[in-house]
C-alpha cells in the first residue's frame, strides 16, 4: 500500500494488491474523515494502525462513496463506535447485493474469508450532507454515471476533491449510466480545487484536473461515435475490439493496463445499450403509427 499527503491533512492510501484503488483520510486533532477503504483486510489495517499512529483524533465516520465491493469490504475493520455514513441508493445496494458479492469475493480470493458485511447506519438523500471534524468540512454530493449510487467527497478547507470512480484513469460506467457519467464530470469543475484524488491511480493536480476533465469527456464521445459507425454499418461485434483505447485519447498504462480491458467492457456495453435504444425507438414509432390509425 502507498501512503501520500495531498495536503497539510489529507492523506491518501493506495492499494497495491488491486487495482490502484484509492482510500483517503481528512484528518483534525478533533475527530478524522475517512473515505471508503482498500479491497484487502491487510492493506485496510494499515490504513488504520497509520491514521492511529498520527497521534490526532480519533476516526469519526467513514464515508462509502459507493457500493463496490474494493471500496466497501474493509468497513468492519472499524471500531464500533466509527460512524458509517453513505448515500440512500448505496444503503439499498449493499442490502440488495453486498451478501452476493461478497460470498463470490470469498470463494475467489481467500484472504476475503474473513470479512464480514457491514452496513452504513448514517443515510442520507436528498440534496447534501456535510459532515464536520473541528474547523473541517466534508460535503457529500451524489454524484452518479459510475454507478447509480457514487457519491464524491468535496474537503472545503483544502479543496480537494475525493472523487471515487467518478474519476477514473479512463470514464468506466458499467454498470452505470453513460450520460450521468457525463454530467457528472462537468459538475467536477463547479468545484475550487488544489488537486483530486481518483478512485483507482494517480492524484491529480490543479493544473491536471482540467485537461482530464475535458478528456474524459472526448472520450465519451469518440467511443460513441465510433460504435455508431459500427452499427450503422452492419459490422460484427467482433470490429469493437480493433478500437483501441489510445485511438480513443486514452493512455493504455495506467492501472497496470487495466484500463484496456475497462474499455473494452465499456465499447461492449455501449454496443448493446444502443442497439437496445434502436430497437426501442423503432417499436414507439410504430405504436405511434399505429395510434394514429
Known amino acids: ?26 484528518v483534525h486533532r478533533d475527530g478524522i474523515i475517512v473515505v471508503d477503504t482498500l479491497p484487502y483486510p491487510s492493506e485496510t489495517r494499515s490504513m488504520i494502525a497509520h491514521l492511529k499512529e498520527l497521534g490526532k483524533g480519533k476516526i469519526k465516520y467513514l464515508i462509502n462513496t459507493h457500493w463496490h465491493a474494493d471500496h466497501t469490504f474493509g468497513n468492519y475493520l472499524f471500531d ?25 469475493a470469498q470463494a475467489a480470493v481467500p ?14 438523500d436528498n440534496g447534501d450532507m456535510v459532515l464536520h471534524v473541528g474547523n473541517k468540512s466534508v460535503e457529500l454530493r451524489l454524484m452518479p454515471g459510475h454507478s447509480s449510487d457514487t457519491t464524491v467527497a468535496y474537503a472545503r478547507e483544502d479543496k480537494v476533491l475525493l472523487a471515487s470512480d467518478a474519476m477514473m484513469p479512463v470514464p468506466y460506467f458499467v454498470p452505470g449510466n453513460r450520460h450521468e457519467l457525463r454530467q457528472s464530470l462537468e459538475k467536477m469543475l463547479e468545484y475550487p480545487l488544489e488537486s483530486m484524488v481518483q478512485g483507482h491511480g494517480e492524484v491529480l493536480l490543479r493544473g491536471e484536473i482540467p485537461k482530464a476533465v475535458d478528456a474524459g469527456l472526448r472520450y465519451l464521445d469518440t467511443i460513441e461515435d465510433k460504435v455508431r459507425q459500427i452499427i450503422e454499418r452492419r459490422q460484427p461485434r467482433e470490429r469493437l475490439d480493433r478500437i483501441t483505447i489510445d485511438e480513443c485519447g486514452r493512455s493504455r498504462i495506467p492501472l497496470n493496463g487495466l484500463v484496456q480491458e475497462l474499455h473494452r467492457i465499456n465499447l461492449h456495453t455501449l454496443y448493446d445499450t444502443l442497439i437496445a435504444e434502436q430497437e426501442a425507438a423503432r417499436e414507439a414509432e410504430a405504436a405511434a403509427s399505429y395510434a394514429d390509425k
Request: hydrophobic share 45%.
Open 1 to 26: 500500500m502507498r501512503r501520500e499527503r495531498v495536503s497539510d491533512d489529507i492523506y491518501v492510501f493506495t492499494s497495491s494488491l488491486y487495482a490502484q484503488v484509492t482510500a483517503s483520510a481528512v
Open 80 to 104: 464500533d463506535d466509527v460512524q458509517l455514513v453513505c448515500h440512500k441508493r448505496c444503503y439499498n445496494e449493499l442490502i440488495a447485493r453486498g451478501a452476493g458479492a461478497l460470498l463470490e
Open 111 to 124: 484472504e476475503f474469508e474473513e470479512v464480514t458485511l457491514r452496513i452504513p447506519d448514517i443515510i442520507f
